[in-house]
Every structure is written in C-alpha cells, then in structure tokens.
C-alpha cells in the first residue's frame, strides 16, 4: 500500500491530510498560520506541527510517505520558494513538492489536470493550467499590482461608499447604518471624524454587509458585488488568453470564502460568467465545494504516476470531511 499526504497552509489555518492509495484517509493534522509571508517561524512550526499530527493518527513514519505535496499561500516567485524549499525539507519526507495553494484548489474542484481557478477571498487571485501543462498566474499581489476585491479591498469600498453617500456624492444606501453600527458608531460624522484623528485599519469582515444589503436590493452594494465579479472575470478572461484556451472546454473553479460561502444570491458569479463567456464560451463555471487539501493529496498522488478519476476524488473528498479539518 502507498500512502500521500497533502497540506493546505493560509494566513490562518493549515491542514495536513495522509490518504492511501485507494482514497482512504488515515490521519489528519492541524495547525494555524502557514503563510512565511506572515510569520516565517510560526508558519515553519504550524506545518511541522500539522504533519506531525497527520503522521501519529495514521500510525506511519515519514520514510512511508511515497510523496507529499504542500499548497502553500505566498508560494508565488523564486525568491519564496527560497525560503519554503528548506522548511519542507526539515520535516524529512522523502519525495515532496510545492505550489501555490491556489494550484490545489483547481485540482480539488475539477475532474480535470487542466482548467482555471479564481481565488476570492480576503484578497484575489488567479490562475490557469493548459492540456499542454503551461501555466499563467494573473494577479494576486494586491491593488497597487492590478488586483481589486477580496475582504480587504471590499472592506474599504463599503467604507468609501458610506463616506461619498454621507457628502452626497454616491446615493444613499443602507450600507452608511449597518457600517455605524458594526463599528459602534452612532453617525457617519462621528465615524469620520474617529478615524481621521485616528487611522486604523478597517477588518475584512465589513465585506459581508455588501452581501446582506445587495439580497435586499441596495444598488450601492449591488454594484460593488457586480464590480468584483466583472474584475475576476477580466482576470479569468486574460488567462485563458495567455493560454490560448478560448476554443477550449475546460472548468473555471471558484474558490474563497466570499464565492463560496459569501456569494448567496450569484451577483459575483453572473458577473464572471457574463465576461468569461465572451472569451471561451464552452467553459464551465464550478463552486469548489470540496476542501483545498484534497487538491493536495489528488497532486501527491498524480505525481507518483496515478490517475485520478471522479470516484476517488468524490471518496476523499467523503473521507476527509471529519471535523478535525472543520474548525
């Protein structure tokens, strides 16, 4: 019997999960921050302690792991690799590899080695992958390198939003009441004027009030969900350029809390849908509704020379779901 393990590391939780190679989970582990980006020591002792724990609950040492492979958030360029190559290397599996995390959440939410993901959540990002296996990245390094939306930006449209509707230059919207009141405010004026005299940063979960006002209809927030849509969209659409994937049938897998979870009412979707479409009308758009780390162990196990079909995927997918990853 071979065994895999595959790790899915964020800014604030970090999952280890050891399959075999008929789908069956053995051992899971847990962990906090995993992006080195953040905090490269907690991150390096946050995946140590998720694989350490996967590896107890499933009764096998390190040398047993015929691979492992790590999606890792802030694995974009040379220079992080740089300093991730090592980190893994110190927790002594024998074959190991790593990518982006945005590469396993493609992989966990299509039947196919190939396809587009689009991240959205407290910030965004994009990428692809051909059948000839070229791949194309598209943004994920912020607003000041193109990017526009996740909770972080989102957050501060509302923010803006309330302040241009207050001084009459956006119209009104419920948005300037529940913002008040999030923040413990009892007026926009006495909101502006706390934080002109003292900046701070705004927290990314103001976001989900843009999806509370938009279900009932308020234009403002509507449009800044219709916005974010039409930016992923233009993201999605300059990968599958890049490509050359327009003629193409493959899948665009929407991951992230906000298109996940967030996304109730489809604004953000029709909005990508409405421009993808234009650029490769035979793809098809899939909410990823199976953990990222399952992407992991699917590429674990595809790099040691398997195929994986929908029946396995669907298996780990069930077998991964126990609530120690559910936290």
Same mark, same amino acid.
Not at 43 to 51: D, F, G, Q, T
Not at 110 to 117: N, R
Not at 233 to 262: H, N, P, Y
């Given at each position: 019997m071979r065994y895999f393990l595959g790790v899915d590391a964020g800014g604030s939780k970090t999952y280890a999960v050891i399959a075999d190679e008929q789908g069956s989970v053995i051992g899971v582990g847990q962990g906090g921050n995993g992006n080195h980006q953040k905090n490269r020591e907690q991150a390096e002792a946050n995946l140590h302690r998720a694989v350490t724990e996967a590896l107890k609950a499933s009764g096998l040492t390190q040398e047993q792991i015929e691979f492992a492979w790590f999606g890792l958030a802030g694995a974009d360029r040379e220079s992080d690799f740089r300093i991730l190559r090592p980190m893994i290397r110190r927790l002594g599996l024998p074959r190991t590899d790593i990518s982006c995390d945005t590469w396993i959440a493609l992989r966990a939410g299509t039947e196919k080695s190939y396809g587009v993901v689009l991240i959205c959540g407290s910030g965004v990002n994009c990428a692809g992958k051909n059948p000839q296996g070229e791949t194309y990245q598209c943004g994920g390094f912020g607003y000041r390198f193109g990017d526009f939306g996740g909770g972080y930006d989102l957050s501060a449209e509302v923010f803006? @939003?309330?302040? #241009?509707? +207050?001084?009459?230059?956006?119209?009104?919207?419920?948005?300037?009441?529940?913002?008040?009141?999030?923040?413990?405010?009892?007026?926009? @004026?006495?909101? #502006?004027? +706390?934080y002109l005299d003292d900046f701070r940063d705004l927290p990314p979960h103001i976001a989900e009030l843009l999806f509370q006002a938009a279900e009932e209809g308020d234009e403002v927030a509507v449009g800044l969900l219709i916005k974010q849509g039409d930016e992923l969209g233009l993201a999605a659409s300059a990968t599958i350029r890049q490509l050359g994937m327009e003629t193409g049938t493959f899948d665009?897998?929407?991951?992230?809390?906000?298109?996940?979870?967030?996304?109730?009412?489809?604004?953000?979707?029709?909005?990508?849908?409405?421009?993808v479409k234009q650029t490769a009308p035979d793809c098809?758009?899939?909410?990823l509704t199976r953990e990222p780390v399952i992407g992991s162990v699917v590429l674990a196990m595809e790099n040691s020379g398997m195929q994986v079909n929908r029946e396995m995927l669907d298996r780990l997918s069930l077998a991964a779901m126990p609530q120690a990853i559910k936290c």
């Amino acid at each position: 019997m071979r065994y895999f393990l595959g790790v899915d590391a964020g800014g604030s939780k970090t999952y280890a999960v050891i399959a075999d190679e008929q789908g069956s989970v053995i051992g899971v582990g847990q962990g906090g921050n995993g992006n080195h980006q953040k905090n490269r020591e907690q991150a390096e002792a946050n995946l140590h302690r998720a694989v350490t724990e996967a590896l107890k609950a499933s009764g096998l040492t390190q040398e047993q792991i015929e691979f492992a492979w790590f999606g890792l958030a802030g694995a974009d360029r040379e220079s992080d690799f740089r300093i991730l190559r090592p980190m893994i290397r110190r927790l002594g599996l024998p074959r190991t590899d790593i990518s982006c995390d945005t590469w396993i959440a493609l992989r966990a939410g299509t039947e196919k080695s190939y396809g587009v993901v689009l991240i959205c959540g407290s910030g965004v990002n994009c990428a692809g992958k051909n059948p000839q296996g070229e791949t194309y990245q598209c943004g994920g390094f912020g607003y000041r390198f193109g990017d526009f939306g996740g909770g972080y930006d989102l957050s501060a449209e509302v923010f803006r @939003s309330v302040m #241009r509707a +207050d001084d009459g230059r956006e119209k009104p919207t419920v948005l300037s009441e529940r913002l008040t009141s999030l923040l413990g405010y009892s007026h926009v @004026s006495e909101l #502006r004027e +706390d934080y002109l005299d003292d900046f701070r940063d705004l927290p990314p979960h103001i976001a989900e009030l843009l999806f509370q006002a938009a279900e009932e209809g308020d234009e403002v927030a509507v449009g800044l969900l219709i916005k974010q849509g039409d930016e992923l969209g233009l993201a999605a659409s300059a990968t599958i350029r890049q490509l050359g994937m327009e003629t193409g049938t493959f899948d665009i897998v929407l991951a992230g809390s906000l298109l996940t979870k967030g996304d109730r009412s489809g604004i953000i979707r029709g909005a990508i849908e409405r421009n993808v479409k234009q650029t490769a009308p035979d793809c098809t758009l899939r909410v990823l509704t199976r953990e990222p780390v399952i992407g992991s162990v699917v590429l674990a196990m595809e790099n040691s020379g398997m195929q994986v079909n929908r029946e396995m995927l669907d298996r780990l997918s069930l077998a991964a779901m126990p609530q120690a990853i559910k936290c």
